[in-house]
C-alpha cells in the first residue's frame, strides 16, 4: 500500500484537488491560462481538451460524407444516433475546456450544470446502445428508435432527478473533488453508481458467453465495446469504494478513469457503432457482417 501511496502523490500524474487549488494569477486566468494548470494540472488538461478537441475535428471532416450516407439510407437509428453524437461531443469539449471552473469561487453551479448535461449527455449514449443491443438482431425502423430512446429517457430522467436533488437539495458536492475532505457520503453514492453500471455491463458480458448470446447482435466489435466498458466501470467501482474509505490511491485512480471516459468513451463509440455504416459499402457492409458472424462461431451449429 506504500507504493500506492506513492503513486498517487506524483505530480506528473494527477494533480490532487483541493480549495486552494484555484489560480490567482494571469489576472483572474484567461481561457488558455485559466484551464492548462489550473484545478487537476496540465497534463490532466491537456490529455482531455486535445482528445476531445481531436474528435470534434474528426467528426467535421467526415461530416459531408456521413450527411451523404444518412441522406441515402435513412437509417432514423443511425440519423438519430448522429445527431446526438456531435451534440455530446461538442458539450464534452467545452466539458473538458473549462476545467478550471470546478474550483473556481462563483463557479460552482455553472460547473455542476455543465457536469449534469455532459455526463447524462454521455450517459444516454451507453444506455440507447446497450437498449439497443437488448432488442437482438432486428432492431430497425422507427419503431426501434422509439422504443430505445424511450428506454434510455426514462433512465437518464431518472438518474438525472436523484443528482439534482443531491447536489441542489441536500447540497451533496458530486462534481467537484477534494481530497483534503473526502465525504463518504458523497463516495458511498458514487460507488452505488458506478456497481449498477459495472453489473449491467458484466451481465451483458456473460450473455457473449453464454447460450443466450443469439439474443444479442452477432458482432465481435459489440462484445469488444462491452468487455471495454466492463472494465472500465471495474476500475471506476473500485476506485470509488477506495476513495470512500480515504484512501489516496483511489482518488488517484478515479480521476485517470475519469480522464480515459471522457478522452476515449466517445471515439470507442463511434468506431464500434457507426463507423463501418459510414465507411463501407452495402455489399461490403454485408459480407463484413457474415464474417463477423462466422468467427465469432453463429453457423457453427450448421456443420453439426
Given amino acids: 500500500m506504500r507504493f500506492l501511496g506513492e503513486i498517487s502523490e506524483s505530480p506528473f500524474l494527477i494533480s490532487r484537488l483541493n480549495p486552494n487549488s484555484t489560480a490567482k494569477g494571469h489576472g483572474g486566468g484567461g481561457l488558455i491560462g485559466g484551464w492548462v494548470d489550473r484545478c487537476h494540472g496540465f497534463l490532466h488538461n491537456t490529455v482531455l481538451v486535445a482528445a476531445s478537441l481531436?474528435?470534434?475535428?474528426?467528426?467535421?471532416y467526415e461530416a459531408k460524407k456521413?450527411?451523404?450516407?444518412l441522406s441515402n439510407r435513412r437509417s432514423y437509428i443511425m440519423i438519430a444516433y448522429y445527431g446526438c453524437l456531435w451534440l455530446v461531443s461538442l458539450s464534452n469539449l467545452v466539458w473538458c475546456c473549462l476545467q478550471g471552473w470546478e474550483c473556481t469561487p462563483g463557479k460552482e453551479v455553472v460547473w455542476n450544470l455543465l457536469t449534469l448535461f455532459t455526463t447524462s449527455g454521455m450517459l444516454f449514449l451507453e444506455v440507447s446502445l446497450v437498449a439497443f443491443l437488448f432488442q437482438g438482431n432486428y432492431a430497425s425502423g422507427a419503431e426501434a428508435l422509439t422504443r430505445t430512446f424511450l428506454i434510455s429517457g426514462?433512465?437518464?430522467g431518472l438518474d438525472l432527478l436523484l443528482k439534482v436533488i443531491y447536489l441542489f437539495g441536500f447540497g451533496v458536492p458530486l462534481f467537484?473533488?477534494?481530497n483534503e475532505n473526502i465525504q463518504k457520503f458523497k463516495w458511498g453514492l458514487w460507488v452505488i453508481h458506478k456497481l449498477l453500471l459495472t453489473g449491467v455491463y458484466g451481465m451483458i458480458f456473460l450473455m457473449?458467453?453464454?447460450r443466450w448470446r443469439e439474443r444479442l447482435p452477432a458482432r465481435p466489435a459489440f462484445y469488444k465495446y462491452i468487455t471495454i466498458m466492463f472494465a472500465l466501470y471495474g476500475l471506476y467501482l473500485v476506485a470509488s469504494a477506495f476513495t470512500a474509505n480515504g484512501a489516496h490511491f483511489g482518488f488517484w485512480l478515479y480521476g485517470i478513469m475519469s480522464v480515459c471516459y471522457h478522452a476515449l468513451y466517445l471515439p470507442l463509440l463511434?468506431?464500434?457503432f457507426l463507423a463501418d455504416f459510414f465507411q463501407e459499402e452495402d455489399l461490403n457492409l454485408e459480407n463484413v457482417y457474415y464474417s463477423e458472424m462466422k468467427d465469432a462461431g453463429f453457423f457453427d451449429s450448421d456443420w453439426e
Fill in 54 to 60: 481531436f474528435f470534434v475535428a474528426y467528426l467535421a
Fill in 154 to 156: 426514462f433512465i437518464i
Fill in 270 to 272: 463511434y468506431i464500434t
Fill in 66 to 69: 456521413s450527411l451523404s450516407k
Fill in 208 to 210: 457473449y458467453n453464454s
Fill in 176 to 178: 467537484i473533488d477534494n
